[in-house]
């Protein structure tokens, strides 16, 4: 039998307070989870459950929901494929539903109305699928609609904080300066296009020369040839064969002007014309007697002889063309032997493609001429967008100047609220100067470095202890420190960004006591803000629960299984008694729990 635990509840909802929330998220045959339904609610939604029982594994297949890639390995034993289904209800946010319904139209896919239900299959045998409102979808379409809903939080993104490039983003979108980043990017971009022209004009003209040298000499080569068509070849072929057979052509031609009239050959008797004069003599004569008889056959006569004079006129000019000349039968065969060596030399069938191909390379020869003034050209346009570039990122670092005191000022002040009272926080924000001669923003006479970014290097630095200097974040703080950074980050930037669902895997890491009710008290203020999802060890947080899950590992059947329940109010104090004191609940324990929750309200 199919295990299938439904949690449900009602909770009135605070009208107007979440625009958008997930409101479900179905899981079946993935890791340890056979078939489930969290249905999640506005505000604080903790997980809690002893190590190993899966809460983490809930977290892993809604990543998949917001695009992260799938594997197979991800797929229950024994089962073929696994399916996650998560549900965001976008009736009361009309901003974020135009942006989503925008990248949708952009894919073909229906817009959204109230639902967006987001589908991912993985299976064994065949190539995962993916479904957007039961459309299939694209892995890139779903990863850039997952950016605009849910931020999901895990410890590896919380050690991002050690890495410095990421602090100058945090700092951009406190600042409001996506669309300057986004321009400045843009410009960035085509200047590198345009540098990587530039250095390709380049190369050519070095190999000008080169280039030039060899075209010039195939020009040359063949206008010098003065090629002309195809027929050019037939005639100079024509001309070859009738001169090396000019003696037997003579002989001949000579014969057939005898045959047709001796007289014409200066040789004495009748031929063919003579006799044809004398027949028709003797037509006419029988026309007097029987002109019916003669008549007919005296034009076909009359007809022939026409026709052999052509003939002997003919032959009689063609016998004068007909000559051996030693030196134009040498002329003839160099013609010949010029251009069929050409056509060989540069591969082509017949004349015209040779003529062809000289036009090609008296057009190349233009545009590598034409080089130079292109270089000049690029040129021109680099200087144009540098000098773009470098007036918007100054706009935008004097941007970030400002904003990074404020959001320094802001950040210390969280910190102090989370236990890290003799903190001080500096968002450093500088410009590093470069040595590149060509792509460098002079700023007050220097030359700094140009990035898509624009100018700045950002950097998070930190003191810890009262008198201590400040050093960068990455050096000093430990991963209890660095997660409260990140919530103070995270509840700073919470009214400023779009995204309407947070996500916290295990945020108590190195804290506890105190600084984990501050913690938790921190969550309960993003969750007014944003629908937030959190797994944690810790009472002090739980406690803040607006609902709580518990997340339990068991067996059945042989096979190891996960399921979650929705805690009631009663069970979630039993819950945060077990977080106190393990499994054995004591009545000081309870007491203790019920206390822990009656702060947090």
């Known amino acids: 039998a199919i295990e299938k635990q439904i949690i449900k509840m009602v909770i009135k909802s605070k009208q107007g307070r979440f625009k958008v929330m997930l409101s479900s998220l179905k899981i079946q045959n993935y890791a340890l989870l056979k078939e489930i339904q969290v249905d999640f609610h506005p505000g604080l939604n903790i997980l809690t459950g002893e190590t190993g029982a899966g809460k983490s594994i809930i977290i892993g297949a809604l990543n998949i929901a917001a695009g992260e890639r799938g594997y197979v390995e991800n797929i229950r034993t024994g089962e073929e494929k696994a399916v996650i289904e998560a549900v965001f209800d976008l009736s009361k946010n009309p901003e974020l539903t135009k942006i989503i319904n925008g990248a949708l139209d952009d894919a073909g896919i229906e817009p959204s109305q109230d639902i967006l239900v987001i589908k991912r299959e993985i299976n064994r045998s065949s190539k995962g699928r993916i479904f957007i409102n039961n459309n299939a979808a694209s892995l890139s379409l779903l990863q850039q609609i997952g950016s605009y809903l849910i931020d999901i939080h895990g410890q590896h993104e919380h050690q991002s904080l050690l890495k410095s490039e990421v602090h100058i983003g945090l700092l951009d979108a406190y600042a409001g300066a996506g669309p300057a980043v986004s321009k400045i990017s843009q410009l960035y971009a085509r200047l590198m296009e345009t540098e990587g022209e530039i250095k390709r004009l380049n190369s050519l003209e070095s190999e000008k020369q080169e280039k030039l040298d060899i075209i010039n000499y195939r020009v040359a080569e063949l206008e010098n040839a003065a090629l002309v068509s195809d027929a050019e070849l037939e005639d100079l072929n024509a001309s070859r064969e009738k001169m090396a057979h000019s003696e037997s052509l003579k ?40 002109k019916k008889a003669a008549q007919e056959r005296i034009a076909m006569i009359e007809d022939a002889l026409i026709k052999a004079e052509e003939a002997k006129s003919f032959f009689l000019e063609y016998a004068d063309t007909v000559e051996f000349d030693k030196d134009i039968l040498s002329q003839t065969e160099d013609r010949i032997t010029l251009i069929e060596s050409l056509m060989k030399k540069y591969k082509k069938e017949n004349v015209a493609a040779l003529i062809k191909y000289e036009k090609e390379l008296s057009e190349e020869k233009k545009k590598i001429e034409l080089n130079s003034g292109a270089i000049a050209e690029k040129e021109a346009e680099r200087k144009k ?67 898509s970014d624009g100018i700045n290097e950002v950097e998070f630095m930190i003191s810890l202890n009262a008198g201590e200097e400040l050093k960068p974040l990455v050096r000093v703080a430990s991963g ?122």
């Open 385 to 451: 967008l540098l000098k773009e570039l470098t007036a918007l990122s100054a706009e935008l670092s004097d941007l970030r100047h400002k904003k990074s005191v404020e959001l320094g000022a802001k950040i210390e002040q969280e910190l102090k609220g989370l236990g890290i009272s003799k903190a001080s926080f500096d968002v450093r924000v500088t410009e590093p100067e470069t040595d590149n001669a060509r792509i460098f923003a002079e700023i007050k006479g220097k030359k700094v470095r140009l990035s």
């Open 251 to 290: 002989s001949s031609v000579n014969s057939i002007i005898t045959a047709l009239s001796p007289a014409s050959a200066d040789m004495e008797g009748d031929g063919a014309i003579e006799f044809l004069d004398k027949a028709k003599a003797h037509m006419e004569e029988v026309a007097e007697i029987d």
């Open 480 to 601: 209890g420190e660095v997660s409260r950074i990140m919530l103070s980050v995270k509840n700073i930037l919470s009214s400023a960004d779009i995204i309407p669902v947070l996500v916290f895997d295990e945020i108590d890491t190195g804290i506890s006591g105190k600084i984990a009710q501050a913690t938790g008290k921190k969550l309960k203020e993003i969750s007014k803000k944003k629908q937030l999802i959190c797994i944690t060890h810790l009472p002090q947080i739980a406690a803040f629960s607006d609902t709580h899950f518990s997340v339990a590992k068991g067996t059945q059947d042989g096979k190891t299984h996960t399921t979650i329940n929705l805690l009631t109010s009663k069970e979630k104090t039993v819950e945060v008694a077990k977080l106190l004191s393990g499994e054995t609940v004591t009545d000081a324990s309870l007491k203790a729990a019920q206390d822990l929750i009656n702060e947090a309200v």
